[in-house]
């Protein structure tokens, strides 16, 4: 190998890595952005996830399904510090975050929707899109009052209005931004929640059903911003019970029965998968 080509090759390793937790840290841009191992949760008598396993790969759409009570939402509360694990790990971009608290599992990068929209009613759409990022300067005392601090509270604030209008704009509900968020339709809410999450900077979002409560034109608009937002570099995991969403707009489905992984892979193995259609799809998929 000439000298060219060894440094070639050396400036092409190092473009598929990434710093995470240390100095001496380092993951590659093609290891997965989470790992599930053995995850086990119990309430009382009952074993609601039993020995889960999965990866996400970074950049993907992937589909977590499942029957009711397969297990689905408790493995989603695990993830992001709802639920401590009782047994397992849960590894985030390099960095083990099993029973992390869920604001320290949102500051790594890791942010959730929920199936019902959770807005604060009584304050405005942009009022509640500016409450989102993190470490806000206006949150201490002394810097609202101190003079000079005061000063980049104000301009950290305008920063964030303007950061805000335009993740309004970016879902098409900028019109909505002096309304009252309790005024607003389901669809409408699972917008604002959607671009709220986008305001805390993550790397990788876990969906609760978006599509829940869904019409079919604003359903349409949704999938279009996921699609969007991963040629951005996001990451998605999403729960769903609308088979058409999970076969046709996921590279990657996971299948929950019982607490445990059933099945894993692309969505045509998934759709065929004799294991799958008996515990869930049913037999006219």
């Given amino acids: 190998m000439s000298d060219a080509d060894a440094t070639t090759s050396t400036e092409s390793a190092a473009s598929n890595e990434v710093t995470t937790t240390?100095?001496?840290s380092r993951r590659r841009l093609d290891d997965p952005i989470l790992e599930l191992e053995g995850v086990v949760k119990r309430f009382g008598g009952i074993t609601a996830v039993?020995?889960?396993s999965f990866q996400v790969e970074r950049g993907s759409i992937t589909g977590l399904i499942g029957p009711?009570?397969?297990g689905k939402s408790t493995t989603f509360n695990c993830i992001t510090g709802v639920h401590t694990p009782d047994e397992?790990?849960?590894v985030f971009d390099g960095t083990d975050i099993t029973g992390n608290a869920p604001h320290r599992v949102a500051n790594e990068g890791l942010v959730r929707t929920f199936q019902i929209a959770r807005e604060l009613p009584e304050m405005t759409v942009l009022e509640n899109m500016m409450l989102a990022p993190k470490d806000q300067l206006g949150e201490s005392l002394w810097r609202s009052v101190a003079p000079v601090s005061r000063q980049r509270v104000v301009e950290?604030?305008?920063e964030l209005r303007e950061r805000s209008w335009e993740m309004l704009e970016f879902?098409?509900?900028d019109h909505l931004a002096e309304e009252e968020a309790g005024n607003l339709s389901g669809g409408q809410r699972k917008l604002l929640e959607f671009a709220r999450a986008l305001l805390t900077d993550p790397e990788m979002?876990?969906?609760d059903e978006p599509m829940a409560g869904v019409n079919p034109s604003l359903e349409k608009k949704l999938l279009e911003h996921v699609h969007e937002l991963q040629d951005q570099g996001y990451t998605f995991l999403l729960v769903e019970h609308d088979m058409d969403v999970?076969?046709?707009h996921c590279e990657h489905v996971v299948v929950m029965h019982q607490g445990s992984v059933l099945a894993e892979g692309e969505a045509a193995e998934i759709k065929s998968n004799e294991q799958v259609i008996e515990a869930y799809l049913g037999g006219d998929v």
């Fill in 22 to 24: 240390g100095a001496d």
């Fill in 171 to 173: 879902f098409e509900i």
């Fill in 68 to 70: 009711n009570g397969a």
């Fill in 246 to 248: 999970i076969m046709n």
């Fill in 205 to 207: 979002l876990l969906l």
């Fill in 88 to 90: 397992g790990s849960i």
């Fill in 156 to 158: 950290q604030e305008e």
């Fill in 50 to 52: 039993d020995g889960a």
